[in-house]
């Protein structure tokens, strides 16, 4: 008969190769979005590479997927470089969130709003400040930067509208907008981070409902890695 430390030794050996497999998948998904230069495609193609971190978060807890997250960017940067790899910890805070969503029984709907707006916070919000900070990026060029981001956007918005043939009172309208969301960036900015961050995780959470449904129940029974 095994004893308890052969058992536990056994468990996480099998836990550490689960979740090197899961992590390589998500690499090869990764390459390949790496060498599609078509939005719509790489857009799905990350989704997918999501659900190897779902399926291990699932099983075998956050903390065994954040060491799968890691192994996974050392690697993916090895083949495309330091900047580029960072696309593998993106794949990683979003299915380690939608995986603990599912681990906790929270459904589909509820979990991606909960989702969506952690994921702003920790995989759009955060590393921008962080990287200002860091990199001292002078404030008063981001601030013009941003007003002019968002002068253009109106810009473009008023000039799509003309050719439309929408009526002149709505032109007005849009470009009445201009000045106080100009004036008030950061909401703006804060609201299409927020907008950017739950599409992204609502694709990911569809995608993996629709695979996930296809794979026995069994398969995601919880195991800790001990």
Do not use: C
Not at 68 to 80: D, E, N, P, R, T
């Amino acid at each position: 008969m095994r004893d308890e430390g052969t058992e536990r030794r056994r468990l996480r050996t099998h836990a550490i190769v689960e979740g090197a497999l899961l992590g390589d998948i998500t690499i090869v998904f990764l390459l390949m979005r790496a060498f599609f230069p078509v939005p719509p495609v790489r857009a799905l193609i990350k989704a997918v590479a999501v659900i190897p971190f779902i399926m291990l978060t699932q099983r075998r807890g956050i903390k065994l997927t954040i060491l799968a997250g890691l192994a996974s960017y050392i690697l993916f940067s090895a083949l495309v470089g330091p900047l580029l790899g960072l696309a593998a910890i993106d794949v990683a805070v979003a299915g380690i969130l939608i995986g603990a969503g599912r681990r906790w029984g929270i459904g589909p709907v509820f979990n991606t709003l909960w989702t969506g707006v952690a994921y702003t916070v920790l995989d759009i919000i955060f590393p921008t400040v962080v990287s200002v900070i860091i990199f001292q990026y002078p404030i008063h060029a981001l601030v013009k930067s941003a007003r002019n981001f968002v002068g253009l956007v109106f810009k473009f918005g008023g000039w799509v509208l003309q050719e439309a043939h929408a009526p002149a009172s709505a032109v007005a309208s849009w470009q009445s907008w201009r000045g106080p969301v100009a004036e008030n960036w950061p909401i703006a900015w804060l609201a299409v981070s927020l907008l950017y961050g739950m599409l992204n995780i609502y694709l990911a959470v569809l995608v993996s409902e629709m695979v996930l449904r296809q794979i026995p129940e069994q398969t995601f029974l919880v195991e800790e890695a001990a």
